[in-house]
């Protein structure tokens, strides 16, 4: 076959009039010429001595008739001229990004996995005419949730171009076609409009309806009721309309209540699902209304989530048609309704197979809620489990609408690729991906990295009775707070009722023996999974050592500090239980130090362009775990050392002959915690105490 050569001769011709979506779409692939050939792609305005037409598909052309679709057809007359042909502007980009991606090899990660691009003297492309697929999904895309690392990342807030660029780019040369870009920012922030420029359809967060701003951002101090405030609230839903009536929006109609909090908790005389239901169904019929007087032929979707699907399946509930019903999974991947403080009712998050209408999902990869997610690590079930959970969803039709928790995006890639193959195909080989993800990361070492990947999720672990309930980092940070907080305010008597959660605990005793189990079997499986990681950065080259760490180790350092932290806060607990506080003392030591080394992860992986990436870790917070530590080991030191601080050095340290000969006004100065926790370690050690 022969074959189309691309190389710095290239003369390109772009369609008159370009759109704003259009233009950013030729800046990609301009900047990813220019890394491949180290040259600046040339322009033409002739078609006559063009290599490369780039130009919208006309009606005779079967990609004309399908959205956000292109073809690269071959045109031979006095030469061969490529035609890039898009049905409109999002086919176009992706035209575009297929090539770069095909056959310049820019990856979709390329920013975020720190990939060098191999530079070239020529590309060759075979000449055979090629027409894009119909994705599985029509509406698929990121909410860039719980996004703290990218607002503290650079000192702007809210964050700028510079923060937002890197992501919607990726999004699309993933397939993506709809953002919610951030949660609750300012409205003033660039994230809405650089993103509709992008080309993409814009969404909502289910706790902002329709973009709004939120009521009581806007009417600080009144009662957030729209029983009681109905014209305030639909003026700020409609001046969110008026906002975004031209852009290619998909309109969320929701009404849950302020702070992302049921309506409910704060008005109880919505006190049966039937007066819950009816409320909400009049609200959502009401808001697309309020968008229908103003955009023609709107599309929009209700978020059935957490208590919201329960109430649809309870049958209370009277939707407006053609709306897409968008399902969401209990934040660990399982289609089930998500737990709402203690209480875990697990009721099936997906239509009935008789459901007819439109239907979608809203899917975590990453999640937070104060228990046991991941937020900073990798989605801690396999990637099997997120795939049969995916197909299960569109057997049951909800494939109109795949919305994906991205979180901060550089902690997820291998996740966000394989969700973005689903998207696309429907379904996929999973060793076949992991293969293809590997070997565009890493030119060594694929089979044990492949390795890795798959244990990864072996080891992670199962705090609950279901599949779906393996725990992320965040298992670690939470509940050892609580523990910390309920121990220092002296309630050890009773348990923790914050860790109600926490399968057949009866007493804060057992509830701290659980978390000493979990993460004392956790933390062996973390151990042997580190030494395979550490066994393969010793054969990979500097560059490709920094991914890995970025990549891989990364996580498992997470995991195994925080377990071990864990494990060493227990111990604490338990020893001074038994009374015995010096060595309660040196267990809490011995769990700050742990907890640091977490610290000292995030701090390590902040190189180069990424420094500061971490400096917002807010809602793990592994530096308020160490901090709680501190505190708690003061307390501790408290219990015996008081009030010299220089008793346990005495007992404990002092050499046997100075003991009864020193002075008391003569004493030396009182150890730190550290010097004191370290020594007495040292003494524990040797006589086997610890």
């Keep these: 076959m022969h074959s189309f050569i691309l190389d710095n001769n290239v003369l390109i011709k772009y369609p008159q009039n370009r759109t704003t979506p259009i233009q950013h779409g030729i800046s990609m692939f301009e900047r990813d010429f220019k890394k491949v050939f180290q040259s600046s792609l040339k322009e033409t305005e002739q078609g006559d001595n063009a290599t490369i037409v780039i130009r919208y598909a006309e009606e005779d052309e079967p990609v004309f008739h399908r959205q956000e679709s292109y073809s690269i057809r071959f045109i031979k007359r006095e030469k061969t001229v490529m035609h890039v042909v898009g049905s409109d502007d999002l086919g176009i980009i992706y035209g575009l990004l297929h090539i770069s991606n095909e056959y310049f090899g820019i990856d979709p990660f390329w920013f975020w996995a720190d990939l060098e691009v191999e530079t070239k003297e020529q590309v060759r492309i075979p000449i055979k005419n090629y027409a894009s697929i119909e994705p599985v999904v029509r509406y698929r895309g990121w909410f860039v949730n719980d996004e703290v690392c990218l607002i503290g990342w650079k000192p702007e807030y809210p964050p700028t171009e510079e923060v937002w660029y890197p992501v919607f780019e990726a999004l699309l040369r993933c397939g993506g076609n709809m953002v919610i870009p951030g949660t609750d920012l300012p409205k003033h922030g660039i994230h809405f409009h650089l993103a509709s420029e992008m080309g993409l359809w814009i969404t909502h967060h289910h706790a902002e309806p329709l973009g709004a701003e939120m009521f009581l951002r806007a009417y600080p101090g009144e009662k957030a009721s729209y029983k009681e405030n109905r014209e305030r609230f639909e003026q700020l839903?409609?001046?969110?309309?008026?906002?975004?009536?031209?852009?290619?929006?998909?309109?969320?109609?929701?009404?849950?209540?302020?702070?992302?909090?049921?309506?409910?908790?704060?008005?109880?005389?919505?006190?049966?699902?039937?007066?819950?239901?009816?409320?909400?169904?009049?609200?959502?019929?009401?808001?697309?209304?309020?968008?229908?007087?103003?955009?023609?032929?709107?599309?929009?979707?209700?978020?059935?989530?957490?208590?919201?699907?329960?109430?649809?399946?309870?049958?209370?509930?009277?939707?407006?048609?053609?709306?897409?019903?968008?399902?969401?999974?209990?934040?660990?991947?399982?289609?089930?309704?998500?737990?709402?403080?203690?209480?875990?009712?697990?009721?099936?998050?997906?239509?009935?197979?008789?459901?007819?209408?439109?239907?979608?999902?809203?899917?975590?990869?990453?999640?937070?809620?104060?228990?046991?997610?991941?937020?900073?690590?990798?989605?801690?079930?396999?990637?099997?489990?997120?795939?049969?959970?995916?197909?299960?969803?569109?057997?049951?039709?909800?494939?109109?609408?795949?919305?994906?928790?991205?979180?901060?995006?550089?902690?997820?890639?291998?996740?966000?690729?394989?969700?973005?193959?689903?998207?696309?195909?429907?379904?996929?080989?999973?060793?076949?991906?992991?293969?293809?993800?590997?070997?565009?990361?890493?030119?060594?070492?694929?089979?044990?990295?492949?390795?890795?990947?798959?244990?990864?999720?072996?080891?992670?672990?199962?705090?609950?009775?279901y599949a779906d309930e393996k725990a992320g980092e965040e298992f670690y940070h939470h509940p050892a707070r609580i523990i910390i907080g309920h121990w220092l305010t002296g309630s050890i008597a009773k348990r923790a009722e914050k860790l109600g959660w926490v399968p057949e605990n009866r007493t804060f005793d057992e509830q701290v023996s659980f978390f000493y189990q979990k993460c004392t079997e956790g933390l062996e499986n973390w151990a042997k999974l580190k030494k395979k990681c550490w066994k393969v950065l010793a054969q990979l080259s500097d560059k490709e050592k920094t991914r890995f760490r970025d990549q891989v180790l990364f996580h498992v350092e997470l995991h195994e500090s925080g377990c071990l932290g864990f494990v060493r806060l227990c111990k604490a607990f338990f020893s001074f239980k038994e009374g015995n506080y010096p060595v309660a003392f040196v267990w809490a030591s011995k769990s700050m130090a742990a907890y640091s080394m977490g610290v000292d992860t995030l701090r390590k992986s902040e190189h180069g362009k990424w420094k500061n990436f971490y400096r917002a870790d807010w809602l793990t917070n592994i530096q308020s775990t160490v901090d709680n530590l501190d505190t708690l080991r003061k307390y501790l030191r408290v219990f015996g050392d008081s009030p010299d601080f220089f008793l346990w050095y005495k007992e404990y340290i002092m050499p046997e002959t100075e003991k009864y000969i020193y002075l008391e006004n003569t004493h030396r100065e009182p150890l730190s915690d550290d010097d004191l926790a370290q020594k007495l370690e040292e003494k524990f050690l040797e006589n086997g105490t610890i």
């Excluded at 704060?266 to 007066?275: G, Q, V």
């Excluded at 399946?313 to 709402?340: E, F, H, T």
Aim: contains cysteine; negative net charge.
């Design 237 to 465: 839903w409609e001046e969110a309309i008026i906002k975004q009536k031209d852009k290619k929006v998909l309109w969320m109609l929701s009404f849950r209540g302020q702070g992302d909090q049921p309506f409910w908790d704060f008005d109880p005389s919505f006190n049966t699902p039937e007066k819950r239901g009816e409320m909400i169904s009049y609200v959502i019929n009401r808001q697309k209304e309020l968008i229908e007087k103003h955009v023609e032929n709107p599309v929009c979707g209700v978020a059935l989530y957490g208590e919201i699907s329960e109430l649809y399946k309870q049958g209370v509930m009277k939707l407006p048609d053609n709306v897409i019903k968008m399902w969401a999974d209990n934040g660990y991947g399982k289609m089930v309704s998500r737990s709402q403080g203690n209480e875990n009712n697990r009721v099936p998050a997906l239509p009935d197979l008789d459901d007819k209408g439109l239907h979608g999902i809203y899917y975590h990869i990453t999640f937070h809620d104060l228990k046991a997610s991941n937020h900073l690590t990798m989605f801690p079930s396999s990637s099997t489990f997120i795939l049969k959970e995916l197909q299960n969803a569109f057997h049951h039709q909800a494939d109109k609408y795949l919305l994906l928790n991205s979180g901060n995006i550089r902690p997820h890639l291998y996740q966000l690729d394989l969700v973005s193959e689903i998207w696309k195909n429907g379904t996929t080989d999973i060793d076949s991906h992991l293969d293809s993800f590997i070997n565009r990361l890493f030119s060594t070492c694929q089979e044990e990295i492949g390795k890795i990947y798959k244990e990864y999720a072996t080891c992670t672990v199962s705090f609950g009775g």
